[in-house]
């Protein structure tokens, strides 16, 4: 029970690798606040499935995207919980296309999402991580981030972002004990992956050392890993969790 009595904000958390990073911490003890876009009812068996260790779990419904949703996100969470100590930005959507076909509404929503919304929920819960000269935060990237894909200029942009946002955040906030990494899946068996055409699955599959998809948890492993007092001297990293997919 590592994060016992920690508060985890976990963002897009009530399907995908989201939901398994807010059960990992929650195994470890930590209290889960699951946001996610859609209505509270969606969000409902997460929240049951985290109760079910013995935590509390609130659901919150925010866009990232929107700076006003995630400011009151933020006030309720610390309202409840007294504080943040975990933020991990996981929530993010794809918006596939070669560039020449690629509407700029694409690009902005992908952009909005995927990496305002890390901006957002990270300055929401900063000032108070570092007022405590305490926290943790784990943005969740993607190994397109590091090597590009084709069909995904938009996507790919916004997960280097992340990266770039990651480093730069981790060397101001250091200082106070805050600590900042990035985890960036390869091909994990999500929604976001199941639509993808069998032939596009079949490319990423050639990639693959060790021969196999990723399964949420593995991803939520290492998650937890950097949320926990074992990797306090770890902050501003990008780890892959691709089954060698990026090398
Ligand atoms: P997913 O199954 O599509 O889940 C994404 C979650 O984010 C959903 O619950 C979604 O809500 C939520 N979300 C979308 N827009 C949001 C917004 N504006 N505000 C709050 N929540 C929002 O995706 P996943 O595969 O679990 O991916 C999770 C993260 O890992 C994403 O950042 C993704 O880019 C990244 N990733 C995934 C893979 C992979 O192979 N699956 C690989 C690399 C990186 P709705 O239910 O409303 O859609």
Do not use: H
Not at 9 to 37: C, E, F, H, P, W
Not at 85 to 100: E, K, S, W
Request: proline share 2%.
């Amino acid at each position: 029970m590592s994060l016992k009595g920690k508060t985890a904000i976990v963002t897009g958390g009530s399907r995908g690798i989201g939901k398994a990073i807010a059960i990992k911490l929650a195994q470890q003890g930590a209290n889960i606040v699951i946001n996610d876009v859609v209505e509270l009812e969606k969000m409902e068996s997460a929240v049951t499935e985290v109760k079910a260790f013995g935590v509390d779990c609130e659901a919150l419904k925010a866009d990232v995207s929107n700076e006003e949703e995630v400011k009151d996100m933020v006030k309720t969470v610390i309202d409840k919980f007294g504080g943040i100590d975990i933020l991990v930005n996981n929530a993010g959507i794809t918006r596939d296309g070669l560039l020449v076909k690629m509407k700029e509404s694409d690009w902005e929503l992908v952009m909005d999402v995927n990496l305002k919304g890390v901006f957002n929920c990270t300055k929401g819960v900063i000032r108070s991580m570092m007022s405590k000269r305490s926290g943790c935060i784990v943005n969740i990237s993607s190994v397109v981030g590091i090597t590009g894909n084709p069909g995904q200029a938009n996507y790919s942009a916004s997960k280097a972002g992340i990266i770039g946002f990651t480093k730069s955040v981790a060397k101001e906030v250091g200082a106070r004990n805050v600590r900042v990494n990035a985890v960036a899946p390869g091909f994990i068996n999500t929604d976001m992956t199941d639509g993808l055409p069998e032939a596009v699955k079949e490319k990423f599959m050639e990639n693959i050392p060790l021969g196999r998809y990723g399964d949420a948890e593995e991803v939520a492993e290492v998650v937890a890993f950097l949320c926990e007092d074992r990797s306090r001297y770890v902050t501003g990293q990008v780890i892959t969790v691709d089954g060698g997919m990026a090398l």
